[in-house]
């Protein structure tokens, strides 16, 4: 079981904190992680209601605009959208909130927001933190061609998404993560079978099997929802199988960098297989965006805050927008063909699947869609069996509080690293003609 003392998050903060240097801010992508604690405090979960998106903080637009957001050409999307873009999809995210106002990527129509957790005067007066939830929904369903001075767009951006805040996220006068309960996160899943989504995204991550969620997840891949998960970030804490992503039947997905090979902050453990990647380092996403002085397209678009991203929180969306127009094109699959789909059709790894950080390889939006499978003189397509078992009854929500933390993408030792790694891959990545993302200017914006 991880260590409580590993509890030091570092996501990208609001503009009325003091800066920090762009590589702490572009590495600060955050990923969920629980673990049982005696005496651990959370709020308990109760119906969905509309979130008040007011009260979520926002963030100044950061100097990366214009630059390319390398995932969108890897996954070779604007090919993708000619066969489907998402429409008539309804995807669940569930998550810390998504801001879905002040920006010109959202339809407040296809992107709503909910609220599973109580909110009190504190969290009245600092704001809701809603960046990870943001930027996780931003990846699936935001609009392309919006800003010229980027590529950035989600992957399916005609679905649907009902956003889900069931993390509370409080931090601690230090900076550290508190506890929280997965009781919401349950609630959630159960709302988003109410609602019959087709799809429930989850980037988080947890170190304990915990009864009732199993449960729910069941239940949805019963309902026939497709459940998607991230595999967990190595600075975690974890040292066992992560959760919800090693539940049967879920899409576990680790993170790539531009030259396919595992980022280095996937986390993968003994009883727990990823089944897919995709790109989860430092790709383009949108955070929460301050009120413009006025509310027409183009003053929003200058407006817009954009961030640079890393972790499989961050992957996983970009999977489960795959699945979207999977599901557009073919809306009959059920959740285990549509797994076995990203298999048969995903860019092999180098050495012969399953890789233990890429799964069956990089998840392949086109191949995907036109039902192309690896040719076997390469690799076979492997065939994941999954035992049918009724879905389990309700399970009651174990009195010992689990703990969800935020834990930071990649640690301050991991910097120099990752900034060797990207000046080794970028020129890998442009032979395969695209351009990953070039790093922004330096700005007194947040705190990372």
Known sequence: MPSPDRHHPRQQHPVRRRGASWAVRATAAVTLVGMAAVGATAPQAHAA?????SLCRAFQPLGNQGNTAWQMDRLHLREAWT?????GVSIAVIDTGTSNVNSAYFNANDVKSFNMVPIDDQDRKDGLDCGHGTQVTSLIASTHGIDARTNFGGVAPDATVLAYRALAVPIDQNGNQQSESPAATVAAINEAIKAKVRIINISQAMGVRDAA??????RAIAAGIVVVAAAGNTDMGLTGPAYPAAYPGVIAVGATRPDDTPSEVTHSATG???TVAAPGELVTALNPSMKPAKTDQASMVANQAYVNVTGTSFAAPLVTGVVALLLEKEPNLTPAQV??????TADRPVATPPDPKL???????VRALVGTAVPTSSHPSPTVPETPTPPPAEAPVDPRPQR??????????G??????????VIPAAAKRDFAPAEEPRDEDEGEG
């Not at 969620?213 to 069941?218: H, K, L």
């Not at 797994?339 to 048969?344: P, S």
């Not at 799964?359 to 939006?365: H, I, S």
């Open 415 to 424: 910097l120099a690293g990752l900034a060797l790694t990207l000046k080794l």
């Open 213 to 218: 969620y199993e449960a729910a997840i069941a």
């Open 339 to 344: 797994k076995q789909r990203l298999i048969e």
């Open 359 to 365: 799964g069956w390889g990089v998840v392949n939006p």
């Open 49 to 53: 209601d509309p979130l008040e998106v």
């Open 83 to 87: 066969i489907a873009t998402g429409k």
């Open 272 to 274: 727990m297989q990823v």
């Open 404 to 413: 969800f933390t935020l834990a930071a993408a990649a640690g301050a030792l």
